[in-house]
Every structure is written in C-alpha cells, then in structure tokens.
C-alpha cells in the first residue's frame, strides 16, 4: 500500500474525446509526476509538477496536460485522443525538500494506475 | 541520453531458485537506481532504492547491486517463490526529474 490512489481503475473513450485521470497522492507529498506505460513497455515520463507547477516535461504533446492542486491532489488531462494514447497511466508522488527540485535522493510512491483505451 | 537495458526480457524458473536478473544503463552519471515490481495490469511497487554513493541494498531474499562505472546493476533474488511471479522493473534517475525505465524482465516460478 503506497498511500497513492488514483481513479478511475479502466476507462474506455473513444478517438477524438477528452479524458481527465486523477490522483491522489500521499498527504504531504508536494511533487507528482505522470507517466504513460504502454502494453510491454516501461513506463514513460510525461510530466512532473512541483508545487502546483510544472516542473519538467518528457517528449508527449501539448494535449497532454496536468493539474496539481493544494490538497495533494492532481490531474492528467488528454484531448484529441488517439488511438496510441491506449496505455496504463502511472502517477508518484514524493516529497521533494522545499527549495530544491532534485528528487534524486526521494523514493517515488506509485499509485495503481488508470487503464485507459481509446477505441 | 540516457536507455535503459534489461536482460532477460522473460524468465521461466521452477521453484527454490536462486536467479539474477540484470539491468544496464548508458550514462554512469546516475544519482540513484530503483527496482520494481509490477503485476499484471497493476502499478508498480518499489522494492530497492540504491543511491549513486552506495554498492548494494537489501532486503529479505532480495539484494541489489550497482556498479556505477560500468553501468550495470543486478537483482539477485534468492529462494525464488510462485508468489515472486511478476515483472520487475528498474529506473534510473539522472538529478533530474524523470526517471528512465527499462522494458523489464517477466519472471515465472513454477511450482
């Protein structure tokens, strides 16, 4: 048990549609980040937010976009869903020491993870 | 840019073995390594954080081992069990934000 829940569990859209995935991450924990798993593959960075701001980004688009609010909650939205956005979403939360955004030394707390298909 | 290797992709053991299973990465400028278990269709679970300082982590039948300057580092499992039947994963993280992953090693113990 990580402490880090996130729902829905599956979800199934269809391309074109939007999607909104949520997060919840360990109470106290001020850093998220997202990360998309495809069928066989390890997981992917998307991005990471750092005290409700974005703090780094991997090689995804911009209709990949995120939310991280003040009660450790957070937000991974997709729109113009394609086809190969079919994947497990990941969330980690972690507490990074305030004032410095290196985690290198910090333990990332895994949730679950949403199942998305795009039909 | 930093990719990370895992050697062997699946693995089919019976029961009571000891087995290693080997991840690699490109650049050696690591600040730390973790391993991972992932079950089916489930998120992941840590199961070693090994920081860049440091040669090797334990934990119950499990130990990892990393050598920075060669790249490499192994998860020996000791005593395998059904139960330890997953895909195990490591990251690498680099001082920055991300970590990179490996496509991991699916691991079978038959009973």
Do not use: M
């Not at chain 1, 079919?86 to 305030?98: I, K, M, N, R, V």
């Not at chain 2, 199961?47 to 998860?75: H, M, V």
């Amino acid at each position: 048990e990580t402490g880090v829940t996130q729902s829905p569990t599956h979800l199934i859209k269809t391309r074109g549609q939007q999607v909104t995935l949520r997060c919840s991450s360990q109470s106290g924990h001020n850093t998220v980040s997202w990360y998309q798993q495809a069928l066989g593959q390890g997981p992917q960075f998307i991005f990471q937010y750092y005290r409700e701001e974005e703090n780094g980004r991997g090689n995804f688009p911009p209709r990949f976009s995120g939310l991280q609010f003040p009660n450790y909650s957070s937000e991974l939205n997709v729109n113009a869903l394609e086809l190969d956005d079919s994947a497990l979403y990941l969330c980690a939360s972690t507490l990074a020491p305030t004032g410095a955004l290196r985690l290198a030394k910090n333990i990332q707390y895994f949730g679950a993870g949403t199942r998305l298909s795009v039909l | 840019k930093q990719e990370v290797t895992q050697i062997p992709a699946a693995l089919s053991v019976p029961e009571g073995e000891n087995l290693v299973l080997n991840c690699s990465f490109t650049d050696s400028a690591i600040y730390n390594l973790q391993w991972f278990r992932q079950d089916p269709g489930k998120g992941l679970t840590s199961l070693l954080l090994i920081q860049s300082s440091q040669r090797e982590q334990t934990s119950g039948r499990l130990n990892a081992s990393l050598d920075k300057s060669s790249g490499r580092s192994t998860l020996y499992i000791a005593a395998s069990q059904p139960g330890d039947s997953a895909t195990y994963l490591c990251a690498v993280t680099s001082g920055t934000y991300k970590y990179i992953f490996g496509t991991g090693t699916r691991l079978k113990v038959l009973a």
